[in-house]
């Protein structure tokens, strides 16, 4: 199974940029996508920014604010946020979907970090 290690979650003010970092690391693996999903109190899980070979997305919500990038080499996902808003305060959890040894997909979740947007 793949492991991954989320990071750069904290207090961040309104209108600041934050960076989150997710590593991913297993053996076997090979990676198809990465992505970023956030959750706040009382919502569902969404989708904030996605990387797949050649192709990004984001949620509107995001758009335009967002960068989603990816190191192959390091098997690690990077997602950045500029103009932040209280409303982007959530668990982000990093997200990737991967072949083990050839078998797949397979998806795996990180543990989730805090972001809070408050003055």
């Known amino acids: 199974q793949v492991q991954l290690v989320e990071s750069g979650g904290g207090l961040v003010q309104p209108g600041g940029s934050l960076r989150l970092s997710c590593a991913a690391s297993?053996?076997?693996?090979?990676?198809?996508?990465m992505a970023w999903y956030r959750q706040a109190p009382g919502k569902e899980r969404e989708l904030v920014a996605s990387?797949?070979?050649?192709?990004?997305n984001y949620a509107d919500s995001v758009k335009g604010r967002a960068a989603i990038s990816r190191d192959n080499a390091k098997n690690t996902v990077y997602l950045r946020i500029d103009s932040l808003k209280p409303e982007d305060s959530a668990v982000y959890y990093c997200?990737?979907?991967?072949?083990?040894?050839?078998?797949?997909?397979?998806?795996?979740w990180g543990q989730g970090t805090q972001v809070t947007v408050s003055s």
């Open positions: 997200n990737t979907r991967y072949r083990r040894y050839g078998i797949g997909p397979l998806v795996s």
């Open positions: 990387i797949t070979t050649g192709s990004t």
């Open positions: 297993g053996s076997g693996v090979s990676i198809d996508a």
